[in-house]
């Protein structure tokens, strides 16, 4: 059964940094990537970052410099480390693993329950 375990959210006041964590279970992670999305009230769900299975890493526009995504292989865990954080980043935050074949088609494509991020002002 694959499971995707989120945690770290909460409240925290502009400018402050919190670090979430997805734990993966079920697949094999190393050959996987790992995304972080986010949606806010009345808006899309959109992609904040992305890692691939060599580290290579994606962020949008809005959160470049601020936020920060890893992974550890040995742990199944991919983070997001976010710093300075601004009230339009409130939102779900929700982690989700895919993987490609060789040829392109998605193999498989899974996501968190997700977890709630709120910024004060």
């Known amino acids: 059964q694959v499971q995707l375990v989120e945690s770290g959210g909460g409240l925290v006041q502009a400018g402050g940094s919190l670090r979430l964590s997805c734990a993966a279970s079920g697949i094999t992670f190393s050959i996987t990537v790992m995304d972080w999305y986010r949606q806010a009230p009345g808006k899309q769900r959109e992609l904040v970052a992305s890692i691939t299975t060599g580290r290579i890493t994606n962020y949008a526009d809005s959160v470049k410099g601020r936020f920060t995504i890893s992974r550890d292989n040995a742990k199944n865990t991919v983070y997001l480390q976010m710093n300075s954080l601004k009230p339009e980043d409130t939102a779900v935050y929700y982690c989700?693993?895919?993987?490609?074949?060789?040829?392109?088609?998605?193999?498989?494509?899974?996501w968190g329950q997700g977890t709630q991020v709120t910024v004060s002002s």
């Open positions: 989700n693993a895919y993987r490609r074949s060789d040829y392109g088609r998605l193999a498989y494509n899974y």
